[in-house]
């Protein structure tokens, strides 16, 4: 098969530097457009200013509470069986309150295993558990520290101030 082959540029073309010029320039007008303010600045101070995700964005894994306080999960198993990478564990207890189900007596979840699908999401059948933290930067010095209890899950505040 033939192949047409690009054929060189000629005098100021042949260096390319004015495809490195026409490179800098978009550079430079970025720049002085957002230092007069009339383009938003595009970069944030990371790790200070965080981006905020868009809604719907898969984050860390938090669990809800009840009123009262208690984890509104019931220890029913569907994410944890509907999970594809068996990655949450679940050791369900029996609530003092015969009115009451059940309860995550400990309720982990590997984040090294998780791959952030949302099933477990989707399953929860009380809304018990969500992905709507917006943490998205995991960094850690021992793998077991990857893995997030139920502790952690319930303090894990949600993105939004008022969540849907
Ligand atoms: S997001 Fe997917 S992989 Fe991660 S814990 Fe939930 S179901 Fe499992
Ligand atoms: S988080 Fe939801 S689906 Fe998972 S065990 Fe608790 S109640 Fe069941």
Redo the contacts with the bound molecule.
């Keep these: 098969m033939k192949v047409d082959r690009v054929k060189p540029g000629e005098g100021i073309e042949s260096a390319y530097l004015w495809h490195i010029v026409k490179g800098l320039g978009v550079t430079v007008g970025h720049t002085v457009r957002q230092l007069v303010g009339s383009q938003p600045v595009q970069t944030k101070e990371y790790p200070e200013v965080r981006k905020e995700m868009p809604e719907g964005y898969?984050g860390k894994?938090r669990l809800l509470q009840k009123e009262s306080g208690d984890p509104k999960c019931t220890a029913c198993m569907m994410?944890a069986t509907?999970?594809?990478?068996?990655?949450?564990h679940i050791e369900a207890g029996e609530h003092p309150d015969p009115k009451v189900e059940k309860f995550p007596v400990s309720f982990d979840?590997d984040l090294l295993?998780?791959?952030?699908?949302?099933?477990?999401?989707e399953?929860c059948p009380v809304d018990a558990?969500r992905?709507d933290s917006g943490v998205y930067t995991f960094a850690d010095f021992q793998r077991d520290d990857f893995v997030v209890h139920k502790d952690e899950l319930l303090r894990t505040p949600s993105q939004w101030s008022d969540p849907v």
């Design positions: 898969r894994h994410c509907v999970c594809p990478a068996a990655c949450i979840i295993k998780c791959v952030f699908c949302g099933m477990c999401v399953a558990i992905m």
